[in-house]
């Protein structure tokens, strides 16, 4: 499922900053083409008829981009990878778009394989801990200072993930508060970094902590090359659990 040496695609890459030239590196490995490169500087002149050439998109922007990007991919009936965070509340409407476009999408906040099972790992421990009323939960994430969101959208995924499966915490904050119904995420920028998510659950008596730390950017780049390769022929909206079949 996993297997990126498949049949060659022709792929448009979105964004050509450090995630979309290490999609390319590994594309290009594993006998994929890149036909398009759509950049900030060349955006305005890049043509539905262009984009048409491609099996399948990649994209990888900034939050302010994301949705006028995918549009544009549902318009020419290109699938579309989405990995630009910090812009689903606008999920919704894309969702829609892509429906009614007869499209198909997959977005995800991290592509990595380790992350997406760090994923249902917090999953579990979630609904484990939502029993136990001694344990106060909180979140930190690390990025390098380039990261232009914060909370980073895994932290935000881990989060509400946790929320969902503990009905005495009612919401998050990006920071610090004493308020016990409250989950505080807290972000730290530091280069070099790509990437580190940790789950806590303090008690006076003693702690808990899941992590997931990347030592490079390759894990996210080939989990999306491997999203591409899935979305591939298909019609509709689908997540990395597709992907992976979790």
Same mark, same amino acid.
């Given at each position: 499922?996993?297997?990126?040496?498949?049949k060659a695609?022709k792929i448009a890459?979105?964004g050509?900053?450090k995630?979309?030239?290490?999609?390319?590196a590994?594309a290009?490995e594993?006998?994929?083409?890149?036909?398009l490169?759509i950049?900030?500087?060349?955006?305005?002149?890049?043509?539905t008829s262009?984009l048409?050439e491609?099996?399948v +998109?990649?994209?990888?922007t900034?939050?302010e981009?994301?949705?006028?990007?995918?549009?544009?991919c549902l318009d020419?009936g290109v699938?579309v990878v989405c990995?630009t965070?910090g812009?689903?509340? =606008?999920?919704?409407?894309?969702?829609?778009?892509?429906i009614k476009?007869e499209?198909a999408?997959?977005t995800?906040?991290?592509?990595?394989?380790g992350v997406n099972i760090?994923f249902?790992?917090?999953?579990?421990?979630?609904t484990?801990m939502?029993?136990q009323?001694?344990?106060?939960?909180s979140i930190l994430?690390?990025?390098?200072?380039?990261?232009?969101d914060t909370p980073?959208?895994t932290?935000? &995924?881990?989060v *509400?993930?946790?929320?969902?499966h503990? *009905?005495?915490?009612r919401s998050w904050?990006?920071?610090n508060?004493?308020d016990s119904?409250v989950?505080?995420? &807290?972000?730290?920028?530091?280069?070099? +970094?790509?990437?580190?998510?940790?789950v806590?659950y303090?008690s006076?008596i =003693?702690?808990?902590q899941? *992590?997931? &730390?990347?030592h490079?950017r390759?894990g996210f780049?080939?989990g +999306?090359?491997?999203?591409?390769i899935?979305?591939?022929?298909?019609?509709?909206?689908?997540t990395?659990?597709?992907?992976?079949?979790?």
């Amino acid at each position: 499922m996993l297997n990126i040496h498949q049949k060659a695609l022709k792929i448009a890459l979105i964004g050509y900053g450090k995630m979309g030239k290490a999609i390319e590196a590994i594309a290009i490995e594993a006998g994929h083409a890149i036909v398009l490169k759509i950049t900030s500087i060349n955006k305005a002149s890049i043509t539905t008829s262009q984009l048409k050439e491609a099996d399948v +998109a990649i994209e990888f922007t900034n939050p302010e981009s994301a949705k006028t990007n995918l549009f544009f991919c549902l318009d020419a009936g290109v699938p579309v990878v989405c990995g630009t965070t910090g812009w689903y509340d =606008d999920l919704e409407d894309v969702k829609e778009y892509c429906i009614k476009k007869e499209g198909a999408m997959l977005t995800a906040s991290n592509f990595s394989v380790g992350v997406n099972i760090f994923f249902e790992v917090n999953r579990m421990l979630a609904t484990l801990m939502s029993k136990q009323e001694n344990y106060r939960a909180s979140i930190l994430e690390i990025h390098h200072t380039e990261k232009k969101d914060t909370p980073s959208g895994t932290a935000i &995924t881990l989060v *509400n993930d946790i929320l969902a499966h503990n *009905n005495k915490l009612r919401s998050w904050i990006s920071g610090n508060t004493d308020d016990s119904t409250v989950l505080p995420i &807290t972000s730290k920028r530091i280069d070099p +970094a790509p990437g580190t998510h940790m789950v806590n659950y303090d008690s006076a008596i =003693d702690s808990i902590q899941i *992590n997931h &730390t990347a030592h490079n950017r390759e894990g996210f780049a080939r989990g +999306a090359l491997a999203a591409a390769i899935f979305l591939v022929d298909k019609k509709g909206i689908f997540t990395m659990k597709d992907v992976l079949g979790i």
